[in-house]
Structures are given as C-alpha cells and as structure tokens.
C-alpha cells in the first residue's frame, strides 16, 4: 500500500514570496508522483508530473518540484507567488506497475497575502 | 477541446434516498475513474471504469456502484444514502495505458 504525507495543513505567504509545499510517500513498490491544484469550488488540475528521468520537474503556472527518491520526497517550489495562487494543493502517487488509484494527500491550504 | 464534465453540479438529498451521477470524459479518453471527497480532506478514489468494467476498487461499500456506457460516459450510484456520503465527488479520466488522469469539476452532494 501508499501513504501520502504532506508536512504542512496550511501555509501563509506575502505576495511575490517564495514557497514550498512538502510531501513525502512510502510506498513499497515504484511509484509515479503528481502535484493537483484546487482553486474554491472547483475540481482538480494537474501541476506537473514525475514519471521517470530528470528528478526536477517544471510545471504550469511557474511550479516546480524535485523527486528524491532517497528521501521519498517530492517538494512543490515556486519562487515568486501571486495572490491567485491562494488554493489547496494536493501531491499524490499511483503505482507504476498498475496506475489508476491514485492516493492522495490531504491537502496544504496556501494563502497569499499583499 | 471539451474537458471532464459533470452533472449535475450540486444535488441535496435525504438519508435512504438514491443518487445518481454523471461523467463525460475528457474527448479521446477511455478511461473514467470516481473519488469521493470530504470537506477538509483529500480525494479517495472509489472506483475506475474501462471498456464498461469496473477495473479497481478503493474501500467504499457496495452502496456504491458504478456504470460505464460504449460512449466511455460513467454514472456513480449511491444506495441508502448517509450523512456520511455528504463530499464532492470528482471524476477524473485518462486514456488506457496513460498514467495522467484529469478531473472534472465534481458534483457537491449535501445528505440530510
């Protein structure tokens, strides 16, 4: 089985900040790892994505994040944030040998502030 | 390009009552799969459809069931309704033998 855990339930930021969003997973077989963004009263959109190769990952909207596999981690960064980018992020992982179940993490509330 | 879509957006019902919800996927997609999720709480998937096959499973009770048609749309249905059903639930899809699933923007149930 997975577990998903993200380090932080909520993260006030000033505006043009930087800030980074911590996951860490256990998993006892290889995994593929997501970062979803949800704005208020919507579904969920995909950030960015590690399935195999460079372990740091460029995504929409100015997200990045670096797998390390030693760690089990998969940090989201962004380095200057903006008032939109108030919304729950979510990082989740899936398993390579039979995707479809994707386990999720309970959530990091980022605020943005001026 | 039309994405995930879902109806209706929200729906209130009472305890024992039924419901019944609805997924277009994203144009191209074969693939649907359900999450339930709590006020507070991250996403936990239900179940996935393919080829009009329930595929996998998460741990939710047989009150929950599901239905795919040949044109890949899905229904979720929920039996005996609970004050606990009370979540968004999303649909995500993808295309067979691609890891990347997209979500619509979900169905808000209240059960009273």
């Known amino acids: 089985a997975q577990s998903v855990t993200q380090l932080d339930s909520q993260v006030p930021v000033f505006e043009e900040a930087p800030v980074e969003l911590r996951c860490n997973y256990s998993s006892s077989v290889s995994v593929y790892l997501f970062w979803y963004v949800q704005y208020p009263n919507q579904g969920l959109q995909l950030l960015l994505k590690?399935?195999?190769?460079?372990?740091l990952v460029k995504g929409i909207n100015g997200f990045e994040a670096e797998f390390n596999k030693s760690q089990t981690s998969f940090h989201l960064r962004k380095p200057s944030v903006h008032i939109s980018d108030t919304a729950e992020y979510f990082c989740?992982?899936?398993?390579?040998?039979?995707?479809?179940?994707?386990?999720f993490g309970a959530g990091t509330q980022v605020v943005v502030t001026p | 390009d039309a994405g995930v879509t879902q109806s209706p957006t929200h729906l209130i019902k009472t305890r024992g009552q039924q419901v019944t919800l609805r997924c277009s996927p994203k144009?191209?997609?074969?693939?649907v799969s359900w999450y339930q999720q709590a006020l507070g709480q991250g996403p936990q998937f239900i179940f996935q459809?393919?080829?009009?096959?329930?595929?996998q499973r998460g741990n939710f009770p047989d009150r929950f069931s599901g239905h795919q048609f040949p044109n890949y749309s899905s229904e979720l249905n929920v039996n005996a309704l609970l004050l606990g059903d009370s979540a968004l639930y999303l649909c995500?899809?993808?295309?067979?033998?691609?890891?990347?699933?997209?979500f619509g923007p979900g169905t808000r149930l209240l059960v009273l």
């Open positions: 459809y393919y080829e009009e096959e329930e595929r």
């Open positions: 144009s191209g997609h074969d693939t």
């Open positions: 995500a899809s993808s295309l067979e033998g691609s890891e990347t699933q997209y």
């Open positions: 590690y399935l195999s190769g460079s372990t």
């Open positions: 989740a992982v899936t398993r390579t040998d039979s995707w479809g179940k994707l386990q």
